[in-house]
């Protein structure tokens, strides 16, 4: 580690709103009688901050979101001894974002002007121009490049004196057009009142229809095409995640100043996300790419360390590429993404001796992990190659679709995305005693539990949020805001009740305080872990057969101070 030791207490995870309508509701939940005492962190999703598109990770600045949360709900958590985690998004910022709006505003003159990767001047002698107005690379300059999105990663933004101007544009983007009204187009075009408003209702019924301003026919009006046009073209709306440039030094005053401000939030860890994809150098891969990304995971940890931070980067792997093992070997924490996949394997092959294996690797190198079952992502399973295989992969993949899980292909080829949407229940065939086995192991296998709300509340598969969402809503199916009531009724099943008293047992126990001395051992469908520290022993039993397990504390006096346990019986 490049910060000092953190606890490895189980953490909550979840959006603001995800209980209630916003982090008063969690902070509610948190505060009654049943479930105090067993979290010590919360990784608290980013639309807690001033957000727009993608659930929160197109920040525009990282001022508290006031529909969601306010400094009295944080200052309440730590009241609560409950640390934070955030997450810090180095490779955008969104188009709504003081920077960018300055650049729409002034263009060229902008004190932004490079804040933001220009696709032309990154670009520029490396490539074509097209009749479209960016910059075609050259085919081996981009071999290497991962692209989220068919076609090139460009955001065409028109600039204050009617240029049009690409900018680099990794993940989601939203182009506009208002509904035009005959006074404004009166006044703009200098057309009579009533031409006005028939050229607006011929435009506004098409916009209707989904047509773009170049598709709009104006019928009789058809010679004022090309004013109308550029006067929708000169107003259109952007959202959107413009990737940052970091060798801009405007660009790392705002990463010290964010890192600041979580820091004042009362962070202990900092999620980087997308931050792999930050470095960017024509004709090399533009996710991480070597050594860029190392050298600017170095330069953040020097910022962080000035405000006492943990930084956790998120980088999807494969286990063949040891991504994890290089991060560990760099002194960072890193996810536990096999975990997950393992377990369902455990149960679809009724051996734990991978999950054993894996186990005893983190602890042999030492690999500091915050593990999970559920996420506000999905199911990572592709990670697992070279660690099962491929077969496997494929069946655990088939089973959770099976069950109801969907898929996301990109560009139209199958398995490239690395996760399979689905809640962690749901992906267990909704069976009680598979999710409380998952969560007793989860909470003993080395590392910090990081523990998604919905998994708690054995939520199951939303098909309903998917529908609602539209195109590209399908990680909504494991997102569902549960309400007061639904608390309330969740707080009555075993299952749910179960979990919160290991995870009470896990944030309480002294056999959890170090990860000094834990004991793994695997024999048939069977898997034991003991813990030990100070004299206090913390034991699991777990059958991936049976699905009966055992939970033991022993205090140093021999005796069992707690247990849970489900067999076939019960």
């Known amino acids: 580690m490049k910060t000092s030791e953190i606890d490895i207490t189980p953490m909550l995870n979840a959006y603001p709103d995800s209980v209630g309508k916003n982090l008063e509701g969690m902070l509610n939940f948190l505060q009654r009688k ?60 969104s188009v709504l974002s003081k920077q960018f709006q300055d650049i729409i505003r002034n263009g060229q003159e902008s004190k932004y002007k490079d804040f933001f990767i220009n696709w032309n001047k990154f670009w520029e002698g490396k490539g074509e121009m097209t009749e479209a107005g960016y910059i075609q690379p050259y085919p081996e300059l981009i071999q290497k490049m991962f692209f989220r999105k068919p076609g090139l990663p460009i955001l065409m933004v028109r600039m204050p004196d009617g240029e049009n101007v690409p900018y680099w544009n990794t993940f989601y983007q939203e182009i506009s057009y208002d509904k035009v009204q005959e006074q404004e187009l009166m006044r703009s075009l200098h057309l009579q009142y009533l031409t006005a408003l028939e050229i607006t209702k011929l435009v506004n019924m098409q916009l209707d229809e989904g047509k773009k301003p170049t598709e709009i026919e104006l019928g009789k009006f058809d ?32 990463y010290d100043d964010t890192l600041r401000k979580l820091g004042g939030y009362g962070a202990k860890i900092v999620r980087l996300d997308a931050f792999a994809y930050a470095p960017k150098e024509p004709g090399e891969k533009n996710f991480l790419n070597e050594p860029g990304t190392w050298e600017l995971l170095e330069k953040i940890q020097e910022l962080a360390d000035k405000y006492g931070l943990t930084l956790l980067p998120e980088i999807h792997s494969s286990y063949e590429e040891k991504t994890y093992e290089i991060l560990a070997e760099k002194g960072y924490m890193t996810y536990d993404f096999f975990l997950p996949g393992l377990l369902i394997d455990a149960f679809e092959e ?124 399908h990680k909504e199916i494991n997102r569902t805001n549960l309400t007061m009531e639904d608390i309330e009724t969740a707080l009555k099943k075993d299952v749910v009740v179960a979990q919160l008293e290991l995870l009470r047992f896990r944030k309480t126990f002294p056999a959890f305080g170090r990860m000094d001395n834990i004991d793994i051992e695997t024999i048939d469908s069977v898997i034991y872990f003991t813990w030990e520290n100070e004299g206090y022993v913390a034991k699991l039993k777990a059958d991936f057969c049976t699905c009966e397990f055992r939970v033991e504390g022993i205090n140093p006096q021999g005796e069992i101070v707690f247990s849970l346990q489900r067999t076939e019986a019960n």
């Open 223 to 254: 010679k004022y095409k090309n004013v109308v046009t550029e006067y929708m073209e000169s107003h259109r709306k952007y959202l959107g995640q413009m990737d940052l440039n970091i060798k801009s030094p405007l660009v790392w005053e705002y």
């Open 350 to 473: 009724q051996d734990g001796q991978v999950l054993e294996k894996w186990a005893r690797e983190i602890l042999d190198k030492k690999i500091n992990v915050v593990n999970m079952l559920g996420c506000h992502d999905g199911i990572p399973l592709l990670d697992l190659k070279g660690l099962i295989s491929d077969e496997q992969i494929q069946r655990l993949i088939d089973t959770v679709v099976g069950r109801g899980g969907f898929v996301k292909n990109l560009h139209g080829q199958k398995n490239i995305y690395y996760q399979v949407n689905a809640t962690y229940y749901s992906a267990l065939g909704e069976d009680d005693r598979k999710m409380l086995i998952s969560r007793a192991v989860q909470l003993f296998m080395p590392g910090k539990p990081q523990i998604w709300y919905l998994d708690l509340f054995a939520g199951k598969n939303d098909y309903e949020a998917v529908k609602r969402a539209g195109a590209g809503g």
């Open 34 to 93: 049943e479930t105090q005492n067993i979290i010590g962190s919360f990784y608290i999703l980013p639309s807690v901050f001033n957000t727009d598109l993608d659930r929160g990770f197109s920040i525009i600045d990282y001022c508290l979101n006031e529909i969601y949360a306010t400094d009295g709900d944080l200052e309440k958590l730590k009241e609560l001894g409950i640390n934070l985690k955030f997450d810090f998004v180095l490779n955008h910022a």
